[in-house]
């Protein structure tokens, strides 16, 4: 199924360029998900988990082409290690090199997460928004993430524009985070 075509993911990503906040399944957990560039969206998503912007957000993509701009200024042999690991559970800390990231999306960082989900619905919702969109665990900071649409509800009744279709992935826990310069785990999986 191309879920980029589904009904339900376009509604999404319609409601992602309105401004709103969608939550979507990933490989291990519900996630909570707004426009990268919408500064208001990315806040209003910060305070619903009453998380600190300086903590910085990920962005994730339907594949890496969709990271192009952002990976130019890497060497070949990153680039080569990003395209190795991707699709998948793996995020990657990448250094902004020419400020393209918006200081609400990086946080108090130089550099941006970034992950190509290999989730069927998420890399749909990434197609049919049309690039990456930030995103995070949906769970209010200090609770345990969703692993299901009701616990989400639970989280955040009426305060998402959407929960879309779709079920997590068969990962354990949520994606491992490691720094693509000196390949150091800042989040084990």
């Known amino acids: 199924m191309d ?15 309105s401004g709103e906040i969608i939550a979507y399944p990933t490989e291990a957990v519900w996630g909570l998900g707004c426009s990268p560039f919408d500064e208001q969206a990315v806040y209003k998503l910060l305070a619903l988990k009453n998380r600190d912007y300086e903590k910085g957000m990920i ?10 701009d952002y990976l130019r200024p890497l060497t070949e042999e990153q680039r080569a290690t990003l395209q190795a690991s991707w699709p998948g559970p793996n995020t990657w800390i990448v250094p902004d090199l020419e400020n393209q990231i918006p200081e609400w999306v990086k ?20 197609r049919a928004f049309g690039g990456p969109i930030v995103s995070t665990s949906a769970n209010p900071q200090g609770k345990k993430p969703a692993l299901h649409q009701w616990k989400v509800r639970q989280y955040f009744s009426d305060s998402v524009g959407m929960v879309t279709p779709g079920a997590v992935g068969a990962e354990a826990k949520p994606t491992q985070i490691r720094d693509l310069i000196t390949g150091q785990v800042v989040r084990a999986s």
């Open 3 to 17: 879920w980029s075509r589904h009904p339900s993911i376009q509604r999404a990503a319609d409601l992602i360029w």
């Open 59 to 68: 962005l994730v993509a339907a594949d890496i082409e969709q990271f192009a």
């Open 107 to 126: 946080g108090q960082y130089d550099s941006v997460a970034l992950r190509v989900s290999a989730h069927p619905v998420v890399a749909g919702l990434c």
